[in-house]
């Protein structure tokens, strides 16, 4: 490939937007700095799209935080959350009127219709009923991933979604990422000729995974969804979704090795704050990630005033799971995960999730007929088997708070912005991930995990 031919590639049509040389930016002779431009498809609103969300943790902030920024796309108008604090303080960001304020997602729907949309960010295992109502009710709704627990509630909201005509769309917001959508666009154009094969690695980093899936709100796949749902099903999504092929088996093995009570170490406590006499040492110290480095504090519902905020997060630690030692909770989530995909045409792929790293982000590696791209969300490297010649592409993307380099890609605020104009113009082609397109993924999940518990390989059928 030489260098005219990739900026002629990336000319090309990326769905409905155009990359015009504004968007690039020649950081040297053979890396290309790229942005998303604007999509000619958003048309100004006359009035934003009003919402109303349920679940003000961290993900119902994230797209919360999108209405702050642009107000005249999005309007926060109610909020169900059971927690009283997260409550008052969404309400007060959004200047949400009290009789729109509710502590329980059942109570929004008691009154009739008053928004536009439903934005559902609550934990997995609360996804389903609500979703199911509010389509009942003609709601438009934003859904968290995962899409719901099971295979037979995914299916019952996708038909669900049809009898409504209501519009679902699934945050599976990789698919919004500047980085995958350029991936995409090359290998759909035949920038590597035929595609033969995929290798896609999820490293979670260490810490990530001890918060979320060891102490935190996923540490249990029975109260909540496997991890290989909760946590990747965005990466079987994206390899779908880049390919472009119905996968047809999949099989997986994985296992939870290492966060076990037989490898806890000689004189560890119950928690970290009980005296625990390797605490200082250990890598998985809840005093030293919580307290000392302040990481991951959006779990905790901090005093404003900082300076109470230490005495605080000690009081935490002391009372909830995340001051549990990672060695002695009743977690059963795998801390490795490998999946192997045939898709249509004869594609393989492989995935693997790994808690033991130490850097987040995912990585691609796309071999093709002609060439092949190989990638860390920061960069892509493209070679040309002909000519032996390779070019770069740097996405240009900002992450929302509390996800910056966790592996989103900046594709939160760009699935956002699509949602509210394909509500607006109700319009569901405005999205790539609605649930009519997201579904095959879980069901991909559902027949990995299966593989898991039963080594077999899994016939994948929708």
Known sequence: MNRRSVLKQLSLSVGATVLGSNTMARLSNDAIEYEMPRNPLHKPLAKPVTAITLGAGSRGNVYGGFAEKYPDQLDIIGVAEHIAIRNERYAKKHQIDDKNRFDTWERVFERPRFADAVIISMPDNLHYEPCMKALEMGYDILLEKPIAPTEKECRNILAMAKKTG???????????????????????????????????????????????????????????????????????DIIKWMLNKPAKQISAMGDLKWFRKENAPQDSTARCTDGCAIERECPYSAIRIYHDNKQRLYVFDLPEDKAKQPEAIMEYLKTTNYGRCVYKMDNDQPDHYITNIRF??????????????????????????????????????????????????????????????????GGDWNLAADFVQAVAQQNPKLLTSTIDESIESHIMCFMAEESRKYNKVMDVKM
């Not at 810490?207 to 969804?225: A, D, E, L, P």
């Open 166 to 236: 209501r519009i679902v769309a699934v945050c599976h917001v990789l698919r919004y990422a500047p980085y995958f959508v350029k991936m995409k666009e090359l290998l759909q154009n035949g920038t590597i000729g035929e595609i033969i094969s995929v290798q896609h690695f999820e490293p979670i980093e260490h810490i990530h995974m001890s918060h979320s899936y060891v102490r935190g709100n996923w540490h249990n796949s029975k109260q909540t969804t496997p991890i290989i749902l909760a946590k990747s099903c965005h990466d079987l």
């Open 344 to 409: 249509g045409d004869n594609i393989t792929a492989s995935f693997s999730m790994e808690a033991f790293t130490s850097y987040a982000g995912r990585r691609t590696r796309v071999m093709g007929a002609m060439g092949d791209m190989v990638g860390d969300m920061e960069e892509l490297v493209i070679t040309d088997f002909k000519t032996g010649k390779q070019t770069k592409l740097v996405p240009k993307a900002e992450d929302v708070a509390d996800y910056k380099n966790s592996g989103h890609g």
